[in-house]
């Protein structure tokens, strides 16, 4: 078998929300790259065509849809757009999120509301759309969002987008286990510190990295994103819905543990040196 016919997703059908620039961009690429005629739905024209040019240049079919998923009517559109010209979907990836960052005892209802519209409510109707859709063709098929580690764990001074994102985690389970008997999986990632265009890299970056509790002590890049999201999407994870894939460098594993400042990061030859090992 080669290696793309793992994925199962040749001449499949996908929609990326968000799908213009970062995460949203890599996760179009790779799918495309993986067989898919991809759909890229974004608030800017401009960014929309030039990935759905990048998706036609890699052999596939790739549609530049403009909308505004967060304004009322906004995701049935996307999605009705993105099923005419495709004919269909087998894949839906949404990319849009936003935090809005003060203290909880400055923040507004109006705040609290913003960050549920951007964060979690247009996957809700966006995801029940193209369940609606994927039931009455009787396909199935495979839908992945982007959480957060922010929604895993205490997100103070952006507590509104962590709660959204807490509540996207569980809205993927929901999902999952509501549609898992027409073959529907849902599935999310929660990325941690990933290079985007809203945080490039640098090497001041590059460096803070390092002196950070991320035992791989980088950031993530958009394609780490990517993989993950295209995994989650392809036939490689058949047998995986409900699950939230943690793409954090080991942030979460690690917690607060620092091995650097107790003194016991060495080398693998410091570690290993004076090892008896029995059998």
């Avoid at 016919?5 to 001449?11: H, I, P, Q, S």
């Avoid at 961009?25 to 739905?41: H, M, N, P, Y």
């Avoid at 974004?42 to 960014?47: K, L, M, S």
């Avoid at 099923?83 to 507004?108: H, K, Y």
């Amino acid at each position: 078998m080669a290696a793309l016919d793992l994925f199962g997703l040749e001449g499949k059908k996908a929609l990326v929300i968000g799908g213009g620039q970062g995460m949203g961009e890599s996760s179009a690429r790779l799918l495309a790259q993986a067989g898919c005629d991809v759909a890229i739905v974004d608030v800017e024209a401009d960014r929309s065509e030039r990935v759905a040019k990048v998706v036609r240049e890699l052999g596939r079919k790739g549609y530049a849809i403009t909308a505004n998923v967060l304004a009322d009517g906004g995701a049935e559109d996307a999605v009705a757009e993105a099923e005419r010209v495709l004919g269909g979907l087998d894949v839906m990836v949404s990319i849009v999120g936003q935090a809005l960052f003060t203290p909880l005892v400055d923040m507004s209802p109006e705040d609290w509301d913003s960050d549920q519209r951007r964060n979690l409510r247009y996957f809700f109707v966006a995801g029940k759309e193209v369940a609606k859709s994927m039931i009455a063709r009787g396909v199935g098929g495979s839908m992945v969002c982007i959480a957060s580690t922010d929604g895993l764990q205490a997100a103070p001074f952006h507590a509104s987008y962590g709660a959204a994102k807490a509540g996207l985690v569980q809205l993927v389970k929901s999902m999952a286990v509501e549609w898992a008997v027409h073959g529907i999986r849902v599935n999310s990632v929660a990325p941690g510190s990933i290079s985007t265009p809203r945080l490039p890299d640098s090497e001041n970056h590059r460096q803070a990295m390092k002196n950070s509790l991320v035992p791989m002590e980088r950031s993530g890049t958009t394609d780490d994103i990517g993989k993950a999201v295209l995994f989650l999407a392809s036939d490689m994870s058949a047998y995986t819905t409900g699950h939230t894939l943690m793409v954090d460098g080991g942030w979460m594993a690690a917690n607060l543990f620092d091995a650097r400042k107790m003194g016991i990061k060495q080398s693998t030859e410091h570690r290993l040196a004076g090892v008896v090992k029995t059998n």
